[in-house]
């Protein structure tokens, strides 16, 4: 008997969609149909492939409303922020194109005997497995420079936002993809571990440190498997100096973008003690207050909108109680707004200063204060984390910034700018247990494919001059 997957608004609680979930068999069997497609699909030529992803870039376009409709149901995302995730659909293909170019291509240098060159070449089958925050974006940033490189894939999109991982499947079959190289299987955490242990040459994972480390132990003893993680992150942002509205505004977009559900959003703000700091922590609560929340087809439209589910709200606000029972001063409650229930939450601020708090990613509105006597007391609390993917100083002293760029230790370090702001044009990843090395976007190049070097010549020569001790 089969098992129904089904996906929920989590402003209304409404069904969204419904499928069936892939059992062991079915993921086997998808498996075995993206190891019976790599053949063709690696041999076929790469202006053909590169037609079909631009094919999809074009149906993507074509059912943007479509995909924003169903990315804002799923997610509870306001409409804008799924149109633009929508569109970063789009554009991803133009930069995976030019970043396998560039990366992953091919390179040839002249030889006394012939010439020596450089090609990649696809791993195999790539397991993917997507998050629920971007559920278009992200899957999308390993798949297309996956089908690019050669390999076939098996996607499994997250639980909480299966349609959108249908539609988009659906739109690269329309786009003309052979059957087999990109096969969606649907379900929660037991298909995730049967696709992980099944016949795969790569995974690439978005989501918690916790998911990330199970990976790394279950690869330890199958390094013929290639391993790209994007695990979070406990961001730090340090606030200087500069008009404490206009930081308040960075601060404020950085930590509650995306309810919080980034991530690279800040989860600790760093401001020096006394009134300049005081200053700073007034302005992004005064910011907090003019956030409108709202479901995602509100008018006026909503800055943010809830959190995924009302498990991901109370894991939330057991966190909060943790920090309050420690010791954390509460300047702004994280709470259901007026007339909303959960997982509807507004933006929350602790101060914990002086306090040993958990090294945890705190998946919501969550914005930690802590107050320093110096720059380099800041630079210190901001590397006092285990994670390291975004880090951001707010400064308009270029020295301070120097100094920062040298040594705070993030993948994605921002001057005067959001730390939710990063480029696809780049890559983007983080050191410690915010992944393995292996950053995605621009890069995500590397990781799809493996470099063949080769010597060459076009006819066999005798090279037994070239040694020594053979006789003439």
Known sequence: MSTVLTSFDPATGQPVWQGEVANAHAVATAL?????????????QLHERIAIVRAFAERVAGHREALATMISRETGKPRWEAAQEADTV???????????????????????????????RPHGVFAVLGPYNFPAHLPNGHIVPALLAGDTVVFKPSEEAPGTGALMAALWHEAGLPDGVLTVVQGGRETGAALVAGAIDGVAFTGSAQTGVYLRRMFADRPDVILALELGG?????????????????????AFVSTGQRCSCAR???VREGRAGDAIVDAVVAFAERIRIGACDDLPEPAIGPLINAAAA?????????????????LRRMTPP????????SPGLLDVSGMAVPDEEIFAPLLQIVRVAGFDAA???ANATRFGLAAGLL??????WDAFLRRARAGVINWNRPTTGASGTMPFGGTGASGNYRPSAYYAADYCAYPVASFEADRVQDISAQWHGIAG
């Not at 057991?318 to 509460?330: H, N, P, Y």
């Not at 007026?338 to 939450?345: H, I, K, L, M, S």
């Open 32 to 44: 075995e149909r993206a190891r019976a497609a790599l053949p063709g699909w690696s041999d076929t």
């Open 234 to 254: 406990n961001n730090p942002l340090i606030a200087w100096d500069g008009d404490p509205d206009a930081l308040g505004s960075i601060i404020g977009q950085s």
């Open 314 to 330: 109370q894991r939330a606000r057991a966190a909060t109680d943790v920090l309050a029972a420690g010791g954390a001063g509460i």
């Open 379 to 381: 630079i210190e609390a």
């Open 90 to 120: 789009v554009s991803k293909i133009a930069i995976s194109i030019a970043a396998q170019a560039e990366r992953a291509g091919e390179r040839s240098q002249a030889m006394a005997f012939g010439r020596a060159v450089l090609r990649h």
């Open 395 to 400: 400064s308009e002293d270029p020295q301070l």
């Open 338 to 345: 007026r007339g909303r229930a959960e997982p509807f939450v």
């Open 268 to 270: 600790r703000l760093i």
